[in-house]
């Protein structure tokens, strides 16, 4: 079955600064990645996905995603944060059964 | 496009109750819904998977007598939690697919936080 780690818990950056948040993943066949986040008490958004293609995806809110197979990575990252960035942010990866993993999540904190 | 509401957003029952959470897709029929449970700063912990008309596939680890999940159309699925303790308090959301091409995408509803007193 796939997996997802997210290595970092915790993450502070202050406005303006530049983000990156990692996320490695462990599956045998092509990835299906997505970058979702949540504040507090609400559900998920999609900020972006992955199916094939540019391994370098655009999404919403000024974010993009790189795909590397070679470290199976799939990182997220944003030029400048904005204070309302500030949320918890989950990498997920599906499988072709519509199976789909999180990782532990990634809460950031921005700093005035 | 693609709107999944959850009802209700919150709700409070007493423990030895049942208590239903109803997940439906607003503008697109879901071939498949799923059922999350999320603890308080934890990551979404897929509970079962249903597809409309059939029983659902639990998780291992989970009670299926005591989640029981009714997927009887393409725009409705239902979590019973059945028989409430305190320890089932949690924030759950469910997800819907729609399939065919969109097979590996997921849309997620608002969650619904469950305490149990």
């Known amino acids: 079955a796939q997996s997802v780690t997210q290595p970092d818990i915790h993450i502070t950056v202050s406005e303006g600064a530049s983000l990156e948040l990692r996320c490695n993943y462990s599956?045998?066949?092509?990835?299906?990645l997505f970058w979702y986040v949540q504040s507090p008490g609400q559900g998920l958004q999609l900020l972006l996905k992955y199916f094939s293609g540019d391994t370098l995806v655009q999404g919403i809110k000024g974010f993009e995603a790189e795909f590397k197979r070679s470290q199976s990575s799939f990182n997220l990252r944003k030029p400048s944060v904005h204070w309302s960035d500030a949320a918890e942010y989950f990498c997920?990866?599906?499988?072709?059964?519509?199976?789909?993993?999180f990782g532990a999540g990634t809460r950031l904190t921005v700093k005035p | 496009g693609a709107v999944v509401s959850q009802h209700p957003s919150r709700v409070i029952c007493k423990s030895g109750t049942s208590v239903k959470i109803e997940c439906r897709s607003l503008?697109?029929?879901?071939?498949?819904m799923f059922w999350y449970r999320q603890f308080p700063k934890q990551s979404l912990m897929l509970m079962a998977t249903?597809?409309?008309?059939?029983?659902?596939?639990?998780e291992q680890g989970v009670e299926k007598d005591k989640f029981l999940i009714n997927h009887a159309s393409l725009t409705l699925s239902t979590l019973t939690v059945t028989s409430a303790h305190p320890e089932d308090s949690s924030f759950y959301i469910c997800?819907?697919?729609?399939?065919?091409?969109?097979?590996?995408?997921?849309?997620f509803g608002p969650g619904t936080r469950l305490t149990v007193t």
């Open positions: 599956y045998g066949a092509t990835p299906y």
């Open positions: 997920a990866v599906g499988a072709f059964n519509n199976d789909m993993r």
């Open positions: 503008d697109f029929q879901a071939t498949t």
């Open positions: 997800s819907a697919s729609q399939g065919g091409q969109f097979t590996y995408e997921q849309y």
């Open positions: 249903s597809n409309e008309g059939s029983k659902a596939t639990y």
